[in-house]
């Protein structure tokens, strides 16, 4: 079956632009992640939605990153006045969202480059 | 607060060598701990996870992982390298409260294999 999905797949913008990266998970998952994964680093977390609860967002790194999921599927996150030092690849996972441990699948990642 | 350490951020073995990549946890509860693999322009994929019970993990591709509470450590391992095993290794942990994972990455180890 069909994976999880992120578009666009590059996103090349000037710095104080914003932009919008989506992520549409496998069908049936209700939990959904981003993370930010730079250069060097491990992947930080941003954000987690479980169905129609309120969001953890407390992994996004400034008032400037905002993301929604509609409907209870397609996430978008969104990037306000980019900056240089947020380019890096930005990942999407979905799970299932029950109780106990689970597998998170991950899309391929948005690579955004700020000039 | 839970945390992990991958030793080594780039590691370089013969082909058909013993492949050992280390990981070390930090956890106030017992931890739930994760291997993924991420090849070139791909997103992250599970190779293995330990939840309770038997503390050596099998995964895909030949993997295996040994969870030691003693040490805190969950290092993977595999016996013979293979060439298409050229890729990113990221351990996790998560303290999987309630019906929240929430999963905590390392850095990141690339595995090169020589030929």
């Known amino acids: 079956g069909a994976g999880v999905s992120q578009s666009p797949s590059n996103k090349v913008t000037e710095k104080g632009k914003d932009v919008e990266l989506r992520c549409d998970p496998i069908s049936g998952h209700t939990a959904l992640y981003w993370y930010r994964q730079s250069l060097g680093q491990g992947l930080e977390f941003l954000i987690y939605f479980q169905g129609n609860s309120a969001p953890d967002k407390s992994g996004l790194p400034s008032d400037r990153f905002s993301a929604e999921r509609t409907g209870g599927s397609v996430s978008t996150l969104t990037i306000q006045r980019t900056q240089q030092e947020d380019s890096a690849v930005y990942l999407c996972a979905s799970s299932l969202g029950l109780a106990g441990v689970e597998t998170q699948y991950f899309g391929p990642g948005t690579r955004l480059l700020v000039l | 607060a839970q945390s992990v350490t991958q030793l080594g951020s780039h590691v370089s073995v013969s082909e058909g060598a013993l492949v050992l990549l280390r990981c070390n946890y930090s956890?106030?509860?017992?931890?739930?701990l994760f291997w993924y693999v991420q090849y070139p322009n791909q997103g992250l994929q599970l190779l293995l996870k330990?939840?309770?019970?038997?503390?050596l993990v099998k995964g895909i591709n030949g993997f295996e992982a040994e969870f030691k509470k003693s040490e805190t450590s969950f290092h993977l391992t595999k016996p013979s390298a293979h060439m298409s095993d050229a890729a990113e290794y990221f351990c996790a942990v998560s303290e999987g409260t309630g019906g929240y994972q929430k999963v905590t990455f390392g850095i990141g180890t690339k595995l090169q294999v020589i030929p």
């Open positions: 956890s106030s509860v017992p931890p739930y």
């Open positions: 330990y939840t309770t019970g038997a503390t």
